[in-house]
């Protein structure tokens, strides 16, 4: 779940191809003087952008590779929004001639990317997930899609989201639901469902995505692949917008299917710019944490939060999942975490939170377009987000400042943990995927629960700004995936990557995907 928001580079020096690209008398490249060795839609973005460095593989074919993948295979995902064919060959093409050329390449150079319908691209077709924007054309891109553009990556089209990322499921009035490739009638999660579907089902390398509530981890596990949202703020805020909407728990990130290529991606994507006064340096070695290992670790382990439900199967895959842990050499020990609140407590927090978010959302679009969410313009709308700004609009200035003082407690439940631990671990979610048809659980367990917030452990994590990832941990009995939430103290980046490593080194999850 999300809201649309309006140091190191991760750039090489130049890399002499093994085999210079050769040019056509026209300039073009030609694919097959580069294209020797094999590639496939599941190999890593770091492989892809290693191999293309080095002269070994084609952009172009790569990017025609992806094209030809989404064409036969998204009909059944629905994870794109807007595919952009034209624009990522000539991309290619410029990428295969600046290999030529020896020109100094970027960390992504030449590998295809997409891009969350509530970023912006210029010039690309740019909805945020609303029939109110079908037809709105981008006049800007997104300054973390733009260091992913300057790190030479390319970008293939947009992928699907529900408006302004509001939920936890993907689906929206414009584009309709995105599938989890695992089974076609289930759902990818929120609110970045439509690029973790892509990567699961290898229609491309990466995507970009951003996390409110969970909107990386969910669909991370509800797609079988990898989300980490690092601590609060250490990818700037869109420009213009550093104290605007879910300003204070909502950040850009990416999905991916390995650890490594988030790492990648977010050694470009991280840093300040000069419109977030918030926005931390840019001092994390991504890509260095991945080989620091787990040993002397010590783990703490509490599947639901001391307060989540969490469904029978869930809670089996994860009790299995965390032996992997020690495994890897990290003690991991049983314990309850008090976060001063009752479950019902909790969910009413975060849903102050969420609904004064959504309030603002629609004050915006009736400042800047003339959009009455609620009103005249309500049927470009589904009813599950009118409600949430309804309630929002409904809380007094008191009611939003009396949850600071929740949100205080929570912030301290967590915080007693890591004066112990190096390192917490909890179930991503509260259920594995659920139908498309369907809003979301109201019951687990034989607890009611809310349909959109009642099942995001996820979401306790945007409200204490700490680093948290969800790793796959494994399959329930009718083979659906389910996420492990590793979550480290603020700041502590380097710990959590380390750990996802070295937890995909013993259990490397690869073979789970239906699309191989």
Same mark, same amino acid.
């Given at each position: 779940?999300?809201?649309?928001?309006?140091?190191?580079?991760?750039?090489?020096?130049?890399?002499?191809?093994?085999?210079?690209?050769?040019?056509?008398?026209?300039? *073009?490249?030609?694919?097959?003087?580069?294209?020797?060795?094999?590639?496939?839609?599941?190999?890593?973005?770091?492989?892809?952008?290693?191999?293309?460095?080095?002269?070994?593989? #084609?952009?172009?074919?790569?990017?025609?590779?992806?094209?030809? +993948?989404?064409?036969?295979?998204?009909?059944?995902?629905?994870?794109?929004?807007? %595919?952009?064919?034209?624009?990522?060959?000539?991309?290619?093409?410029?990428?295969? +001639?600046?290999?030529?050329?020896?020109?100094?390449?970027?960390?992504?150079?030449?590998?295809?990317?997409?891009?969350?319908? %509530?970023?912006?691209?210029?010039?690309?077709?740019?909805?945020?997930?609303?029939?109110?924007?079908?037809?709105?054309?981008?006049?800007?891109?997104?300054?973390?899609?733009?260091?992913?553009?300057?790190?030479?990556?390319?970008? =293939?089209?947009?992928?699907?989201?529900?408006?302004?990322?509001?939920?936890?499921?993907?689906?929206?009035?414009?584009?309709?639901?995105?599938?989890?490739?695992?089974?076609?009638?289930?759902?990818?999660?929120?609110?970045?469902?439509? #690029?973790?579907?892509?990567?699961?089902?290898?229609?491309?390398?990466?995507?970009?995505?951003?996390?409110?509530?969970? #909107? =990386?981890?969910?669909?991370?596990?509800?797609?079988?692949?990898?989300?980490?949202? $690092?601590?609060?703020?250490?990818?700037?805020?869109?420009?213009?917008?550093?104290?605007?909407?879910?300003?204070?728990?909502?950040?850009?990130?990416?999905?991916? +299917?390995?650890?490594?290529?988030?790492?990648?991606?977010?050694?470009?994507?991280?840093?300040?710019?000069?419109?977030?006064?918030?926005?931390?340096?840019?001092?994390?070695?991504?890509?260095?944490?991945?080989?620091?290992?787990?040993?002397?670790?010590?783990?703490?382990?509490?599947?639901?939060?001391?307060?989540? $439900?969490?469904?029978?199967?869930?809670?089996?895959?994860?009790?299995?999942?965390?032996?992997?842990?020690?495994?890897?050499?990290?003690?991991?020990?049983?314990?309850?975490?008090?976060?001063?609140?009752?479950?019902?407590?909790?969910?009413?927090?975060?849903?102050?939170?969420?609904?004064?978010?959504?309030?603002?959302?629609?004050?915006?679009? !009736?400042?800047?377009?003339?959009?009455?969410?609620?009103?005249?313009?309500?049927?470009?709308?589904?009813?599950?987000?009118?409600?949430?700004?309804?309630?929002? +609009?409904?809380?007094?200035? !008191?009611?939003?400042?009396?949850?600071?003082?929740?949100?205080?407690?929570?912030?301290?439940?967590?915080?007693?943990?890591?004066?112990?631990?190096?390192?917490? %671990?909890? #179930?991503?979610?509260?259920?594995?995927?659920?139908?498309?048809?369907?809003?979301?659980?109201?019951?687990?367990?034989?607890?009611?629960?809310?349909?959109?917030?009642?099942?995001?452990?996820?979401?306790?994590?945007?409200? *204490?700004?700490?680093?948290?990832?969800?790793?796959?941990?494994?399959?329930?009995?009718?083979?659906? $995936?389910?996420?492990?939430?590793? %979550?480290?103290?603020?700041?502590?980046?380097?710990?959590?990557?380390?750990?996802?490593?070295?937890?995909?080194?013993?259990?490397?999850?690869?073979?789970?995907?239906?699309?191989?």
């Amino acid at each position: 779940m999300d809201l649309e928001v309006g140091g190191n580079t991760g750039v090489t020096g130049p890399v002499a191809p093994e085999t210079a690209p050769e040019l056509s008398d026209a300039g *073009t490249p030609v694919p097959s003087a580069v294209a020797d060795e094999r590639f496939d839609p599941f190999t890593s973005a770091a492989a892809l952008a290693e191999r293309i460095r080095a002269g070994r593989v #084609s952009p172009v074919e790569v990017v025609e590779l992806f094209l030809d +993948r989404i064409e036969a295979r998204d009909g059944g995902l629905n994870a794109f929004v807007t %595919v952009i064919p034209e624009r990522a060959r000539a991309a290619a093409i410029e990428a295969e +001639r600046a290999v030529a050329r020896g020109d100094e390449l970027g960390a992504l150079h030449g590998v295809p990317f997409g891009v969350k319908d %509530v970023d912006s691209v210029t010039g690309v077709r740019f909805t945020s997930g609303s029939a109110a924007f079908d037809g709105r054309i981008a006049k800007g891109t997104s300054h973390a899609v733009q260091r992913l553009l300057d790190a030479g990556a390319i970008v =293939i089209g947009t992928t699907n989201t529900p408006e302004y990322g509001y939920m936890g499921k993907t689906d929206s009035l414009v584009a309709g639901p995105t599938s989890t490739p695992f089974n076609l009638d289930l759902n990818s999660g929120g609110s970045s469902g439509g #690029s973790a579907a892509a990567v699961a089902d290898g229609l491309i390398p990466f995507g970009t995505g951003s996390d409110g509530a969970g #909107s =990386i981890r969910i669909p991370a596990s509800f797609t079988g692949t990898y989300g980490f949202n $690092p601590s609060f703020r250490r990818i700037a805020r869109p420009e213009g917008t550093p104290f605007e909407g879910g300003s204070t728990f909502t950040q850009q990130g990416v999905q991916t +299917r390995t650890v490594e290529d988030t790492a990648l991606a977010l050694s470009v994507m991280a840093g300040p710019t000069a419109t977030d006064p918030h926005c931390l340096p840019n001092d994390v070695d991504y890509l260095g944490a991945l080989e620091k290992g787990v040993e002397g670790l010590k783990v703490a382990y509490c599947p639901d939060l001391g307060v989540y $439900p969490v469904d029978r199967q869930v809670r089996e895959v994860i009790d299995e999942a965390v032996e992997t842990i020690s495994e890897a050499g990290a003690t991991v020990e049983v314990i309850d975490v008090d976060l001063g609140l009752e479950y019902e407590e909790l969910i009413e927090s975060l849903r102050i939170m969420w609904t004064t978010a959504y309030a603002e959302v629609a004050g915006n679009l !009736m400042a800047d377009y003339g959009i009455d969410v609620v009103g005249a313009d309500r049927e470009l709308f589904p009813d599950e987000l009118i409600g949430l700004v309804e309630y929002g +609009r409904s809380l007094s200035a !008191m009611d939003v400042a009396m949850n600071n003082r929740q949100r205080t407690r929570i912030h301290r439940g967590i915080q007693a943990v890591f004066e112990e631990y190096d390192l917490l %671990v909890t #179930s991503t979610l509260s259920v594995p995927p659920f139908p498309n048809d369907e809003l979301g659980p109201t019951e687990i367990e034989g607890v009611e629960t809310d349909p959109i917030l009642g099942w995001l452990i996820t979401a306790v994590f945007n409200m *204490t700004g700490n680093p948290a990832a969800s790793v796959p941990a494994g399959l329930t009995d009718e083979g659906l $995936p389910v996420g492990m939430q590793l %979550v480290g103290p603020r700041l502590a980046d380097e710990t959590v990557l380390a750990a996802s490593a070295a937890y995909e080194t013993v259990n490397p999850w690869y073979a789970d995907y239906p699309g191989l």
